[in-house]
């Protein structure tokens, strides 16, 4: 079962953040978040990777062509060109296709424009943004069980505030950015049947959740996986600084590779 994640887009919200390097490159501790969503599929087994390209996607593509020199101390010898990689940092086991799928591309083109790289009967589909303590064969055992063409994950948003805890107007506790037990977001974290490609297109304009997310649950086609555990996106600036915090604290509830 192949992963495949969306990784073309703009990311303009992270302003300068995003003016030399596209969104997925934006790096949480020392490495991009999109090795982090990597790592959480990693963890469960699923290293065969499709990722989907657009806006500065060279960069994307030189970080894992040159994975090693990136992330390893090496010594060069300039007599001969030679170079001996310190192996400081693990080497994943991951299979990784990059695909370049359009500048302005939206999603649901870049997935069709995909379509040759994509196999198996089923595959997992995320956005290059997201973060979650997810069980990723849960995920899978939920969607096998119930048929559909689309399984989404349903998560409940972090509040964008502190939440106050009061009883007669004394404070109990203050808790940053909780996660909200009203309402459920699309998170990422999906699982689709190739039958999902048949409500695209290959056009620039074709969207993924507004056009065919639509169609499908109007066919009855979409199943809602409900992530009991924490999630976040790395949207704008301040889900930057709270990332690389709960990073540096050793707090990463994604973390689960070293749990």
Known sequence: MKVIIFAGGWGSRLGQRTNLIPKPMVNIGDKPILWHIMKIYSYYGYNDFIILLGVKGEIIK???VNYDLLNNNLTIDLSNNAIKFHKNSERPNWKITLIDTGLNTLKGGRLKRAEKFITDKNNMLTYG???ADINIP???KFHESHGKILTITGVHPPSRFGELVEEQNKLISFEEKPQTSKGLINGGFMVFNKKLLDYLTDDEDCDFEHG????LTKDNEVMVYKHKGLWNCLDNERDYVYLNKL???NKAFWRIWEK
Request: zero cysteines; aromatic letters at 18%.
């Open 212 to 215: 065919p997310l639509i169609e």
């Open 129 to 131: 943004d997201g973060l």
């Open 62 to 64: 030189n970080y894992f």
């Open 138 to 140: 849960e995920l899978i």
């Open 247 to 249: 990073w540096k604290e």
